[in-house]
């Protein structure tokens, strides 16, 4: 069901009320509705239509932390939304431009216009300004461009293969001449990864004996590994890198929910391969904005990437659409629809 609230003039909005301890439960949210907030001069509202949903809020749910500020409690969880201006009381805006903003899990925001982004609602529908267009395509760009580096005729592994930046990744990948292998969860995904997608091969890592499997899709080894997931993926990659290979770490969602007693990989191989080993955060890189929207809007159009969304319908979906993120239930890029236009 859409959420009614534009119509009805309430601000309804998903609280967070409470620490997780290991993967959120639906207690750990509040559904709470306030009137609609007034934007005062120098301000715009913005109506949202779409929440982007993303694992890495789950690492700021457990207070300030080395990847940010921990998210307040009784606040609305923090997020991007993509929406429209319905009041504009800065001249920079107008009514009915469509912006990305960081309004978090509510029906309307307040802003000054700072770290908005505009959306042109031309190109693609809104949602895509937070998925292939936005900060997922974004990521698999810099990531794979700038941090993997790879050369036609490399193997390079994506894993959450068939996720917003995975399937990004290794498509950018496979534009680039390489021999791509997906790791997903389950047939279904697999399946998605290499007919729709394109990819050389997918391995099912929910399946038994991944490290057999993996080996035998990658028979000339790994040039680029980029990390998505950590935990068993990351041990059934570690022993297959060819000399001088690279790892993309973009994130590790596997050990999200808890981060006590972890332990590393084996050191030896990143001697011995001379491997390359860099992490990154979207957030360093916004120079490199202008070249990836150049580059995506016109795959995107050309139909050369390809790219899902799987959306819940209604703001009170919004915590289990975020649980079933973090289990590894969705498939494509997580949304949350409040409103249709
Ligand atoms: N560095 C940055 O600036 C940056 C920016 C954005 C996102 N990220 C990171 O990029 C990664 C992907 O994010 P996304 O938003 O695109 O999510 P996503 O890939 O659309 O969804 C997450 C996927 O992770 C997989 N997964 C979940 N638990 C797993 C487990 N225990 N073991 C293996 N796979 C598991 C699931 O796929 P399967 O069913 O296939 O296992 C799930 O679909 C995350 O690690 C995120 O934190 C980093």
Known sequence: MVDQSASAAVNRQIVFSSIPDGLPTLDNFTLVESPVPEPQDGQIRVRHLFLGLSPSARLRMAGDSDYGAGMPLGKPVQGQAVGVVDISRNPAFQPGDHL???????????????????????????????????????????????????????????????????????????????????????????????????????????????????????????????????????????????????VVLCGMISDYQNREGLTGPDWFPILTHRLTIRGFLLRDHADRRDAFLADMADWYRSGMVRYREDVADGLEQAPAAFIRLLRGDNFGKTLVRLADG
């Not at 903003?101 to 505009?118: I, K, L, P």
């Not at 005729?153 to 791509?180: F, N, P």
């Not at 080996?215 to 040039?223: F, L, N, Q, S, T």
């Open 100 to 246: 990305v903003v960081n309004g978090g899990w509510q029906s309307y925001s307040v802003t000054s216009g700072r770290g908005a982004t505009r959306v042109d609602a031309d190109l693609a529908p809104p949602s895509c300004a937070l998925g292939l267009l936005g900060t997922s395509g974004m990521t698999a760009y810099v990531g794979m461009l700038d941090i993997g580096l790879p050369k036609a005729g490399e193997t390079v592994v994506v894993s959450a293969a068939s996720g917003s930046v995975g399937s990004v990744a290794g498509q950018i990948a496979k534009l680039k001449g390489c021999r791509v292998v997906g790791v997903a969860g389950g047939a279904e995904k697999c399946d998605y990864v290499t007919k729709t997608l394109g990819f050389d091969a997918c391995v099912d890592h929910r399946a038994p004996g991944l490290p057999q499997r993996l080996a035998a899709a990658c028979p000339e080894g790994i040039d680029i590994y980029f990390e998505n997931v950590g935990g068993a993926v990351r041990s059934a990659v570690w022993p297959l890198f060819n000399d001088f290979g690279r």
